[in-house]
């Protein structure tokens, strides 16, 4: 099956110069490949929205863009990640030390589940203290603390000073997506891998969090992974021109294209399934929903 684009963007005609290219991915377990040779470019500034249902190997191909599968995973193809001032770097190729330098820093990742990702016994501000000090050891005290407050100013979590000392659970879902952000922004990434970052909110924090997440884009320039199950919310998320949405079944990319001709003129039998999974307002509640 083609992993090829099978339309045209909607995205002006104007020189893409990618920030992250993935050539030709492949990652296996135990001998069985789960993605397939997958390849997608993400250009600075701009933000790609991975689709797919659970299983399809959308978190596995994000993990490994991070080097943070486990050692028993096998990896093939090339994953550049550079900018247009410096030469791209294969980050399947780079030693571990480098590949950690870069981690947090360069791409940093928001996870699905707060409550997992945080440490539940440490404080949040320490949390995200912890976070600079890893790629910037020279920095005070004082100057750490600064940050700290900031990101959390950034991510619109209130009383930020006092707030800094309290612990994950003594906060909301929502602000628990928020705390993972800053932890995110906080060292100023190029690339921002959000895997599921909306799943377990209700839809109006949903919403707040997509809002903020378009904000730091705008405020940083951020180029962004959206990965996401739900085709609404990638939507929401690849709003901007140049944008686009790669539609990913059983390991492969099966449709690429710009967010308008995803939802104008699907190619693909498993996109339009999947448009069709989903009720709108004008859904006949007669007829059932398409299923995958």
């Known amino acids: 099956m ?4 099978t339309s045209i963007t909607d995205a002006p005609s104007i020189l893409r110069v990618p920030i992250l290219s993935v050539q030709d991915l492949s990652i296996g377990f135990g001998g069985q490949n789960v993605v397939h040779g997958i ?7 701009e933000t790609l929205g991975l689709v797919g249902e659970s299983g399809s190997g959308k978190s596995a191909t994000s993990l490994a863009i991070l080097r943070l599968l486990p050692a028993e995973a096998s990896v093939s193809g090339r994953i550049l990640f550079g900018s247009p001032a410096s030469a791209p770097v294969d980050l399947v190729a780079l ?3 480098e590949m950690r330098r870069r981690r947090g820093s360069d791409v940093a990742m928001i ?3 707060p409550m997992t990702a945080l440490n539940p016994v440490m404080r949040v501000g320490e949390q995200i203290a912890e976070a600079v000090r890893a790629h910037q050891p020279e920095l005070s005290r004082k100057a750490v603390d600064r940050l700290v407050l900031d990101a959390m100013y950034e991510v619109a979590l209130p009383e930020s000073e006092r707030r800094a000392r309290d612990y994950p659970h003594q906060f909301s879902g929502g602000q628990r997506q928020r705390i993972l952000i800053a932890m995110a922004i906080v060292n100023r990434p190029r690339l921002l891998i959000a895997d599921e970052p909306t799943t377990a909110l209700d839809v109006t924090v949903q919403s707040q969090i997509l809002a903020l997440l378009k904000q730091l884009r705008r405020t940083y320039g951020l180029s962004m992974l959206f990965i996401s199950h739900d085709l609404a919310v990638v939507a929401q998320a690849c709003d901007q021109p140049g944008d686009q949405i790669a539609v990913m079944q059983s390991g492969r990319i099966v449709e690429q294209a710009g967010t308008l001709d995803i939802f104008r003129n699907p190619k693909h039998t498993y996109t339009r399934k999947l448009l069709a999974s989903a009720p709108t307002m004008v859904s006949d509640r007669a007829r059932p929903l398409a299923s995958l």
């Open 2 to 5: 083609s992993t090829q684009p």
């Open 39 to 45: 390849s997608f470019d993400i250009a600075a500034g």
């Open 95 to 97: 030693p571990e030390r």
């Open 111 to 113: 996870f699905q589940e």
